[in-house]
């Protein structure tokens, strides 16, 4: 039978954010992927029902999740003529014909190999600007969900830290954090908005954090492990020195 996907829909659970699709192909068990935008992807065989689907994924939370969190970790090990977005890694791919120095398109990354010499550069500039992009706009997504306000926000270049929140209500924000998985940002946004709440790390605070992103520890985990490689990265393609 030829291969024909319908999406059901995109949906949120304790945080989680998924899409479910059933497949027409004869499948025995739910396969899991992760998109071109970072978002994990779902796929039931055609007989099971929407109801049964999200049923599945309430009784399988926590297992979907450390699935998630390994093919982060593979992620961050993979080549280095990719480059991380929202946790996934992207090939980089030489194209002449493209008219501007650096793009994205759909899943991966174009180069103009005339500029091939500063694709750290051009990767790092176009990162940002993602980041200041996202960043703030989910901020105030969450700030809305934990019904708290903030005074403003900034997205900058910080060295050892992924976000802070000031007495006066500003939340900082490293850009690299868009390198991370979506769900490792929202752990790192709730945390920084908990602050307003509990200007400390006491047990109310880390109670109050849970209450939004169940599986913090998860994220902070997943953090701690590859949070050098995001501060560290930088992309190599063959026969190419970057400037």
């Given at each position: 039978m030829k291969k024909q996907d319908s999406k059901v829909g995109v949906y949120t659970i304790?945080?989680?954010?998924?899409?479910?699709?059933?497949?027409?192909?004869?499948?025995?068990?739910?396969?899991?992927?992760i998109d071109g935008d970072g978002r994990v992807v779902l796929t039931f065989p055609w007989r099971i029902s929407e109801k049964e689907a999200l049923q599945f994924v309430r009784d399988n939370l926590r297992k979907i999740k450390s699935s998630v969190q390994r093919f982060s970790e593979q992620f961050v090990s993979n080549g280095s003529d990719?480059?991380?977005?929202?946790?996934?890694?992207?090939?980089?791919?030489?194209?002449?014909?493209?008219?501007?120095?650096?793009k994205f398109d759909a899943d991966h990354f174009i180069l103009n190999p005339r500029y091939a010499d500063n694709v750290n550069t051009l990767a790092q500039r176009w990162l940002i600007k993602k980041a200041e992009e996202y960043l703030p706009k989910r901020l105030k997504e969450l700030a809305q969900k934990l019904g708290v306000r903030y005074k403003k926000v900034q997205v900058k270049d910080v060295k050892s830290r992924w976000g802070s929140c000031s007495s006066k209500g500003t939340i900082s924000l490293n850009w690299r954090l868009i390198m991370a998985p979506s769900e490792v940002i929202d752990y790192v946004l709730i945390?920084?908005?908990?602050?307003?709440?509990?200007?400390n790390h006491s047990k109310y605070f880390w109670k109050y954090v849970a209450t939004f992103c169940p599986d913090y520890k998860?994220?902070?985990?997943?953090?701690?492990?590859?949070?050098?490689h995001l501060f560290n990265w930088s992309v190599k393609l063959a026969g190419v020195k970057d400037s």
């Open positions: 304790d945080g989680f954010e998924f899409r479910i699709e059933k497949s027409k192909r004869y499948l025995k068990k739910v396969s899991l992927r990719t480059l991380l977005y929202l946790g996934v890694p992207r090939k980089i791919v030489l194209d002449s014909s493209v008219l501007v120095p650096f945390h920084e908005l908990a602050h307003i709440v509990h200007p998860l994220h902070k985990s997943w953090l701690r492990k590859n949070g050098q």
